[in-house]
T-cell receptor, first 109, second 112 residues
Framework: KNEVEQSPQNLTAQEGEFITINCSYS?????LHWLQQHPGGGIVSLFM???GKKKHGRLIATINIQEKHSSLHITASHPRDSAVYIC???????????FGTGTRLTIIP | NAGVTQTPKFRILKIGQSMTLQCAQD?????MYWYRQDPGMGLKLIYY???????DKGEVPNGYNVSRSTTEDFPLRLELAAPSQTSVYFC???????????FGNGTRLTVT
């Protein structure tokens, strides 16, 4: 089973700061998911990436397959970015994902 | 676009009761999943399905059953509810093994 570690567990920052959330995993993968869970509980898929970098608005996700590490960056953070960010990786050869416990991000105005 | 629809949003059950959590998707996705989320824990896979008529166990299947008679619907059945099943349940779908996940809004279940 793939083990997933996210850091930090909690992060509080001022509006406008550059945010970095990290995800490390133990077994080589084909793709990694970044998810956002709103304070109300809903979960939205942000990115699925297998190499390099993806950008969507102020969110950037990077992955280093050799180092088994991914980062999620938020530029010009805003209070509406406050949420729990979760990474998930597949277990080798099957449809099951292992989820990290999430990073709770709070952006203060 | 409805996406993934879960019902109910909230439910309180007494120990020993049973219920079915409904999940429907309108994106013609083959892959569907049921997860539970406990406080401070990552999502845990209960059951999944890769197509109509095909289901398989995830990490925590005990106390649950599923069926997949159509591509659209993937209900989760709780028999003999126990306090340990108090959790938030999420249904999700995906177009394929490596596809992006689409989640329902969740069902908050309390068993007392």
């Amino acid at each position: 089973k793939n083990e997933v570690e996210q850091s930090p567990q909690n992060l509080t920052a001022q509006e406008g700061e550059f945010i970095t959330i990290n995800c490390s995993y133990s077994v080589g993968i084909s793709a990694l998911h970044w998810l956002q869970q709103h304070p109300g509980g809903g979960i939205v898929s942000l990115f699925m990436l297998s190499s390099g970098k993806k950008k969507h608005g102020r969110l950037i996700a990077t992955i280093n397959i050799q180092e088994k590490h991914s980062s999620l960056h938020i530029t010009a953070s805003h209070p509406r970015d406050s949420a729990v960010y979760i990474c998930a990786v597949p277990n080798f050869g099957n449809e099951k994902l292992t989820f990290g416990t999430g990073t709770r991000l709070t952006i203060i105005p | 676009n409805a996406g993934v629809t879960q019902t109910p949003k909230f439910r309180i059950l007494k120990i020993g009761q049973s219920m079915t959590l409904q999940c429907a998707q309108d994106m013609n996705h083959n892959y569907m999943y049921w997860y539970r989320q406990d406080p401070g824990m990552g999502l845990k896979l209960i059951y999944y399905s890769v197509g109509a008529g095909i289901t398989d166990k995830g990490e925590v299947p005990n106390g649950y059953n599923v069926s997949r008679s159509t591509t659209e619907d993937f209900p989760l059945r709780l028999e003999l509810a126990a306090p340990s099943q108090t959790s938030v349940y999420f249904c999700a779908s995906s177009p394929g093994r490596q596809g992006p996940l689409h989640f329902g809004n969740g069902t908050r279940l309390t068993v007392t």
